[in-house]
């Protein structure tokens, strides 16, 4: 539990570099992720798999629907959650987005403070149930 809190703070720290500049130095998910890697509750084979998958298909799109950093941020998530909790997050943060789609014009929104927005509720509502 305490990984998760260190997790969403650095989470929080970088939600706010993506809002301000529209980018974030991914340094700050090194120590999460080697963390992670070490108390993980997803096979790593399968985490590493799918992030080269992904990261594969973003080059070849130019990053038009989702940038490397949204990706780096998902995998380290991944190593702290399992993949029904993963699913959830993925969902509510697309829901967040569209939410604010609609209510900003703007052509593209961050997407690390959705993704931290929807962590916190899985991470809040396991400490408490």
Known sequence: MLLDFLLLLILILISYQ?????QFNSIWLALPLFLGALFYHTPIFIILTGYIICLTINVFTQEHYIGNGDLDVLATILFYVNFYEFWLICCLACGIQIVFHYINDQKTLPFVP???FSFSII?????LF
Do not use: G, K
Request: charge should be neutral; hydrophobic fraction near 55%; avoid cysteine.
């Open 123 to 127: 991470v809040i509502y396991s400490f």
């Open 114 to 116: 959705a993704i931290t």
């Open 18 to 22: 993506d809002i301000r500049f529209q």
